[in-house]
Nanobody, 120 residues
Framework: QVQLVESGGDLVQPGGSLRLSCAYSGSSFSAYTVGWYRQAPGEQRELVTTITSRGITNIIDSVKGRFTISRDNAKNTVYLQMNSLKPEDTAVYYC??????????????WGRGTQVTVSS
């Protein structure tokens, strides 16, 4: 059974930084592309960034140059480094593991989320 546990969310002032972690437990971590999504109050959940098992990344324009996703396959952990945070980055951030190698996995998984609040 796969589990994803996010951590690192906090209250931070505008311009500040945070690093979120997504710890994966289970087998076949390399079979998944992992992504960070966020959901602000009253808004739909949106994809922020993804990283494949080989380290290929994709990121939305609104955070490009400020957020960086990385992956440590030895630790089964994905990180989201967030710099120059803005109030509009306030949201619950969710980790998602999307099954890519169907011979090794069958389902996609979500973590429970971690709250990021950017406010002075």
């Amino acid at each position: 059974q796969v589990q994803l546990v996010e951590s690192g969310g906090d209250l931070v002032q505008p311009g500040g930084s945070l690093r979120l972690s997504c710890a994966y437990s289970g087998s076949s971590f390399s079979a998944y592309t992992v992504g960070w999504y966020r959901q602000a109050p009253g808004e739909q959940r949106e994809l922020v960034t993804t990283i494949t098992s080989r380290g290929i990344t994709n990121i939305i324009d609104s955070v490009k140059g400020r957020f960086t996703i990385s992956r440590d396959n030895a630790k089964n952990t994905v990180y989201l480094q967030m710099n120059s945070l803005k109030p509009e980055d306030t949201a619950v951030y969710y980790c998602n593991a999307r099954c890519i190698v169907r011979l090794l996995c069958k389902s996609d998984y979500w973590g429970r989320g971690t709250q990021v609040t950017v406010s002075s």
